[in-house]
């Protein structure tokens, strides 16, 4: 192939690419570090007449075959603070920034509002494509809006909050605008006077084993990374997407029989139901540290299939849908995957 601009790339293996560790090749394959370089490959793949597909940090698919398509990583990097008062901050940032990192930035530099959402693998474009989440806080709750190149038109257009449509886990970009645009800066608006969330999960029982009676942000952002590291793999050691499934939501109808059945069922009251934690129903569906070949459940975290070396994508897609079915079976509850199948 001849005429490839920006250093695009065929028959890459896309290995290096995914927390999952699966090795599955693109066709062809580009690091976009500014807008320019979307646009262009985005024309590129029209002349090429090959579809795109759009990669972050790799860390919310399971890839299940080669990729024939114009791969583009993002890596649009920069902070930028567009608005600063006494109150707030409003900070722009390029969707290939590591999560993780933008929000120890926040920390050092006293931006409230992302300190429970430390250590989620990614990268800043798909945390509001996901509306990832955490320890009671969404990132709906500090998004302003961003910015995303139309496709088709290649015009950058701005989604603010409402046009994001954001559900759990869930966007429009999910949904009716599914690969219709690609984001390429994200804008968020944090605090400089703190509200705490440490009720949820073990962060205030964490803070009380650490000795903290009155916790800033660095103190519940330790505490998170604290929780995770002990309960989750980390990727580099262990192949894995973090949480497989979503937490389901259950009719309040069906949680009360669910309940008269297995008492100690926990439960979190929504507007819209009940939500179960995912990980309870997996393990007591007898899944917990269950080995098979080169793929298994995780033996802390139930919720987090793992590659344990040369696994392919199909395999653990198979064992994913076992486990529905068996939770299914169960209790009645069809976990949906938080993960995307490509």
Same mark, same amino acid.
């Given at each position: 192939?001849?005429?490839?601009?920006?250093?695009?790339?065929?028959? !890459?293996?896309?290995?290096?690419?995914?927390?999952?560790?699966?090795?599955?090749?693109?066709?062809?394959?580009?690091?976009a570090?500014?807008?320019?370089?979307?646009?262009? &490959?985005?024309l590129?793949?029209?002349?090429l007449? @090959?579809?795109?597909?759009?990669?972050?940090?790799?860390?919310? !698919?399971? =890839?299940?075959?080669?990729?024939?398509?114009?791969?583009?990583?993002?890596?649009?990097?920069?902070i930028?603070?567009?608005?600063?008062?006494?109150?707030?901050?409003?900070?722009?940032?390029?969707?290939?920034?590591?999560?993780?990192?933008?929000?120890?930035?926040c920390?050092?530099?006293?931006w &409230?509002?992302?300190?429970?959402?430390?250590?989620? $693998?990614g %990268?800043? /474009?798909?945390?509001?494509?996901?509306?990832?989440?955490?320890?009671?806080?969404? @990132?709906k709750?500090?998004?302003?809006?961003?910015?995303?190149?139309?496709?088709? %038109?290649?015009?950058?257009? !701005? *989604?603010?909050?409402?046009?994001?449509?954001?559900g759990?886990?869930?966007?429009?970009?999910?949904?009716? =605008?599914?690969?219709?645009?690609?984001?390429?800066?994200?804008?968020f608006?944090?605090?400089?006077?703190?509200?705490?969330?440490?009720?949820?999960?073990?962060?205030?029982?964490? =803070?009380?084993?650490?000795?903290?009676?009155?916790?800033? @942000?660095?103190?519940i952002s330790?505490?998170?990374?604290?929780?995770?590291?002990?309960?989750? #793999?980390? #990727?580099?050691?262990?192949?894995?997407?973090?949480?497989?499934?979503?937490? #389901?939501?259950?009719?309040?109808?069906?949680?009360?029989?669910?309940?008269?059945?297995?008492p100690?069922?926990p439960?979190? #009251?929504?507007?819209?139901?009940?939500?179960?934690?995912?990980?309870? =129903?997996?393990?007591?569906?007898?899944?917990?540290?269950?080995?098979?070949?080169? !793929? /298994?459940?995780?033996? *802390?975290? $139930?919720?987090?299939?793992?590659?344990?070396? /040369?696994?392919?994508?199909?395999?653990?897609?198979?064992?994913?849908?076992?486990?529905?079915?068996?939770?299914?079976?169960? *209790?009645g509850?069809?976990?949906?995957?938080?993960?995307? *199948?490509?």
């Amino acid at each position: 192939m001849t005429n490839l601009p920006m250093n695009i790339q065929e028959n !890459i293996s896309l290995l290096p690419f995914n927390t999952f560790g699966i090795d599955k090749k693109a066709r062809f394959f580009v690091q976009a570090k500014t807008e320019e370089d979307v646009k262009a &490959a985005l024309l590129k793949s029209k002349e090429l007449k @090959i579809p795109v597909f759009v990669l972050g940090g790799g860390s919310n !698919i399971l =890839l299940t075959k080669d990729i024939d398509a114009l791969v583009i990583k993002i890596e649009i990097q920069g902070i930028q603070v567009l608005k600063d008062n006494e109150d707030e901050i409003l900070v722009e940032v390029g969707a290939g920034e590591n999560w993780h990192q933008f929000v120890m930035f926040c920390i050092e530099n006293n931006w &409230a509002g992302v300190e429970n959402l430390s250590l989620i $693998p990614g %990268t800043v /474009g798909a945390s509001p494509m996901q509306n990832i989440g955490a320890y009671g806080v969404e @990132i709906k709750e500090v998004f302003h809006h961003l910015k995303a190149i139309n496709r088709q %038109t290649l015009e950058e257009e !701005i *989604f603010d909050w409402e046009a994001c449509k954001f559900g759990y886990r869930e966007s429009v970009f999910k949904n009716e =605008l599914k690969d219709q645009f690609i984001i390429v800066r994200v804008i968020f608006r944090l605090r400089k006077k703190p509200v705490l969330h440490v009720a949820y999960g073990a962060i205030k029982q964490t =803070l009380e084993e650490m000795g903290i009676s009155n916790p800033g @942000i660095k103190n519940i952002s330790d505490a998170v990374i604290q929780i995770r590291q002990s309960k989750l #793999p980390d #990727p580099k050691q262990i192949g894995n997407a973090g949480s497989f499934f979503k937490n #389901p939501t259950i009719p309040k109808e069906q949680f009360e029989a669910l309940k008269a059945e297995f008492p100690e069922i926990p439960s979190f #009251p929504m507007e819209e139901g009940v939500k179960v934690p995912a990980a309870w =129903l997996i393990e007591k569906a007898g899944w917990k540290g269950k080995t098979f070949g080169k !793929i /298994g459940v995780h033996k *802390f975290q $139930p919720l987090v299939l793992v590659n344990y070396g /040369g696994a392919d994508g199909t395999e653990i897609q198979d064992l994913s849908r076992k486990i529905q079915e068996s939770v299914q079976h169960k *209790f009645g509850i069809l976990l949906q995957p938080e993960v995307n *199948f490509i």
